[in-house]
């Protein structure tokens, strides 16, 4: 890749980062990573070169990239249940885009790792106290008391085992038999017949059912990889960049670097900066990237960073994961697609509705409404249409538990309701519902 003996996984050490921890230990923190480079990976290379294939397709329009789950992983949430729910809502969403889409669905969990968060701010202040903030499980605990929010290496370790334990039970659901077609399509006839607005889908899910019964009466074997497996891949944001360097390892084949923390790693919004130290280690791993872009994006650095970021122009290794707002995304989305376009930039373009919708509720709560969500959605397919720009894929923050973090989808979740189950550590996420919900409407823009 570029400039590659100016490299090494180390080498972002000598640029200016943002958002990293004060670890108050150094000699501890450094143990820490010490042990995590000791470890072994958490994912191989050539399964990151496969979902990068996937990619490539969907940069194409022949493929397209779900990436979803917890804003902030919780360390108490790794358990059965809570991943389980998680997977199955990722996968009933894959179903209905590959099916309604007709394209192939790369799955990508915010799983495994999702445990860093960067923040606006240094310090939170409650009353007449000030405490550093909350960075995620990795780095502190939520609670506001000064032992909380000090830093704790030993944390990143217990973010190594968290990410293993939960990418084990990933490994074994989707390979075991837990992920087949019928049973993930059967879990769809039971939203369509229990939701409110389930009825409006129950055409689609006929139809898929009767491909399944067609498929199996012409002899596919129900038991074959291709029903009953699944391939699900893990993300997360790549921003505690002393981790980061300890799982990024050559692959004995190819010679090349790669992160094996996840299969894809994206930098976020915060810290994307040309010279800074994160944009220094990304552009050495051979994962397939995430970068963030929102409002305060400016055309001609964008661009400097595309190229710095994938200088061969390689489809499927970058993905630009835009978040501007259903306000905005009609003034800052096309002059960004332009830009890229006109650059003749190959990238994968994806759309996190998310971050830009976010807003204060009377009540404090941090939340999303639904509709803002779908607006902007809806905005990246109709410009990216109209730029001559490819739409390949949403990124959100959602969860299979039942929570009440965000306004509106199908069962009309209001003000009052978002104290009943407000379960976040970090950002409001859709529940299940919300998300087959998306997934329905999601279906019909990306065939049309
Ligand atoms: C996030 O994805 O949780 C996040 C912090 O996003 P962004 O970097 O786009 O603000
Ligand atoms: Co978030």
Not at 162 to 180: E, P
Not at 223 to 232: E, H, I, K, T
Not at 315 to 321: E, N
Request: hydrophobic residues 35%.
């Amino acid at each position: 890749m570029t400039d590659s003996a100016n490299w090494s996984p180390s080498s972002w050490r000598n640029f200016p980062a943002q958002q990293l921890p004060p670890w108050p230990d150094p000699d501890e923190y450094q143990q820490a990573v010490e042990t995590i480079s000791a470890f072994p990976p958490l994912v191989f290379a050539g399964e990151i070169r496969a979902l990068k294939d996937i990619l490539a397709k969907a940069a194409e329009g022949e493929a397209f990239l779900l990436q979803g789950g917890d804003c902030a992983e919780d360390f108490s949430q790794c358990t059965a249940p809570y991943i389980r729910e998680t997977l199955k809502v990722l996968l009933q969403m894959a179903i209905i885009l590959t099916y309604a889409g007709r394209k192939p669905v790369a799955k990508v969990g915010r799983i495994a790792g999702q445990f860093a968060k960067p923040r606006s701010s240094n310090m939170e202040k409650i009353g007449d106290q000030e405490l550093p903030s909350y960075r995620g499980d990795m780095v502190n605990a939520p609670e506001f008391t000064p032992e909380a929010r000090r830093p704790d290496p030993q944390r990143l370790i217990k973010g190594y085992y968290t990410s293993c334990a939960t990418m084990n039970l990933l490994r074994a659901f989707t390979k075991g038999g837990y992920a087949s077609l019928q049973r993930v399509h059967s879990w769809n006839n039971d939203f369509v017949k229990n939701s409110p607005i389930g009825q409006s889908y129950e055409q689609l899910a006929e139809q898929i059912s009767m491909t399944l019964s067609f498929l199996e009466n012409i002899g596919l074997k129900v038991d074959s990889p291709q029903f009953n497996q699944a391939n699900v891949y893990t993300s997360h944001e790549a921003l505690l960049l002393g981790y980061e360097e300890a799982l990024t390892r050559r692959d004995s084949i190819s010679g090349e670097w790669y992160d094996c923390s996840a299969h894809m790693v994206w930098i976020g919004d915060r810290t994307r900066q040309l010279d800074g130290a994160h944009v220094e280690f990304f552009r050495g791993i051979h994962n397939p990237i995430g970068l963030k872009i929102g409002p305060s994006y400016d055309l001609d650095e964008t661009l400097r960073l595309i190229e710095k970021l994938n200088p061969e122009n390689e489809a499927g290794r970058l993905t630009l994961i835009t978040r501007f707002g259903a306000g905005k995304v009609g003034d800052y989305l096309p002059r960004l697609a332009r830009g890229v376009r006109g650059a003749g930039h190959k990238v994968v373009w994806c759309c996190d509705p998310m971050h830009g919708n976010t807003y204060v509720a009377e009540s404090g709560h941090k939340t999303r409404n639904f509709d803002d969500i779908m607006a902007e959605v809806r905005g990246f397919f109709d410009i990216h249409r109209a730029e001559g720009t490819i739409p390949g894929g949403v990124h959100l923050e959602m969860t299979g538990e039942n929570v009440t973090e965000c306004i509106g989808g199908g069962r009309k979740i209001e003000n009052d309701h978002l104290k009943l189950n407000y379960a976040t550590q970090c950002d409001p996420r859709l529940n299940a519902e919300q998300s087959l919900d998306l997934a329905f409407h999601l279906a019909q823009m990306i065939n049309s």
